[in-house]
């Protein structure tokens, strides 16, 4: 796995999700959005390369609990393997009926550096996780262990988490509104693009407050618009 630079990181953990689907839009990528996932609780944002997990539908001479001793079960194998930095990633198929997870994976991943843990099922112990300070993103809570109906298949393979395929190595990106996931060759490119336009709507966000109408400034049409907001910038040292 590419380790992402951490320059480049800083400029992500500063940026909002809506900005960045909206630069990935501008280069034709429309489906980055993981739909249907909830963060535990608020916190600043969470970025980190995509280290994946794979479940199909459990079966019941497998997912007994004995599998769980074996060291090759890739719930827990991945989750002893997951590199510093990276994001927890399980395509759970989008059913939250059984747990993908819960605060003891959560609770180890996060000591071993990971920035995050993200799935399109639920999490078990909810609040356990949400007071770990670990970004956690789901659909709902969901107490039944994953056994019931889950059965880890595959690590860092290719997957489909809310809807958007994640490649390993993609960089997930999240605030409190949700996760994006940034194929990993555009990441440079895109993160130094919409610090710039976070910093422009900003500037645009306090010119409306202050009575201005959007025409001519979103989008910035009208000549001045660009110079005012260089001078803006440089009152900012921005």
């Known amino acids: 796995m590419t380790v992402l630079d951490e320059g480049t990181r800083s400029q992500l953990m500063q940026v909002s ?9 501008k280069r034709g990528f429309r489906n980055v959005f993981l739909q249907g996932l909830h ?9 980190g390369e995509a280290y994946t997990l794979r ?28 590199p ?19 605060c003891i994976l959560a609770a180890r991943l996060q000591a071993r550096g990971c920035r995050g843990i993200v799935t399109d099922g639920g999490f078990r112990d909810t609040p356990e996780i949400a007071s770990l ?32 395929s994640v490649f390993p190595g993609d960089v997930m990106v999240a605030d409190n509104e949700g996760v994006v996931c940034i194929p990993r060759h555009l990441v440079e490119e895109v993160a130094g693009e919409v610090v710039e336009m976070t910093q422009f709507e900003d500037f645009v966000l306090e010119r409306v407050k202050n ?28």
């Open 17 to 25: 999700t809506a900005t960045l689907t909206t630069a990935l839009f």
């Open 133 to 164: 300070g670990l970004p956690a993103f789901h659909s709902r809570p969901s107490a039944p262990t994953n056994l019931t109906k889950h059965h880890a298949i595959a690590i860092n393979d290719p997957i489909g988490c809310g809807g958007v």
């Open 39 to 47: 963060r535990l609780s608020p916190g600043g944002n969470m970025v």
């Open 84 to 102: 510093e930095g990276a994001v927890f990633v399980i395509d759970s198929r989008g059913d939250a009926s059984a747990a993908s997870a819960g």
């Open 55 to 82: 479940y199909i539908p459990a079966r019941e001479d497998l997912d007994v609990l004995d599998s769980f001793a074996d060291r090759s079960n890739p719930q827990r194998k991945g989750v002893e393997e997951c």
């Open 211 to 238: 009575g201005a109408s959007i025409f001519g400034l979103y989008p910035p049409t009208d000549p001045e618009t660009m110079s005012r907001f260089a001078e803006w910038k440089k009152t900012r040292n921005a």
